[in-house]
């Protein structure tokens, strides 16, 4: 779309949590897949505050990104 490149540093975890068990290692797991549906990712955002509004602005945008399954 006539970006600039831009090279990923991904840090998993929270920067506020207070030990191991707050925070994560890795997105393993915690990830959607390409082929949801609507009602398992309502599931999945919901219960996080996102609105249906945030999760169609989410997964637009990564309709016009890239998805790495790796």
């Given at each position: 779309?006539g970006g600039?490149?831009?090279t ?13 068990e707050?925070?994560v290692a890795t997105?393993?797991?915690r ?6 549906d609507?009602?398992?990712l309502?599931?999945?955002?919901h219960p996080?505050?996102f ?5 169609v ?7 016009v ?6």
């Amino acid at each position: 779309m006539g970006g600039p490149s831009i090279t990923p540093i991904m840090k998993f975890g929270r920067i506020d949590a207070v030990n191991a068990e707050e925070s994560v290692a890795t997105a393993k797991g915690r990830l959607i897949l390409g082929e949801e549906d609507s009602k398992r990712l309502k599931l999945i955002y919901h219960p996080k505050g996102f609105t249906d509004r945030d999760i169609v602005a989410l997964t637009g945008a990564h309709t016009v990104g890239r998805c790495d399954l790796e």
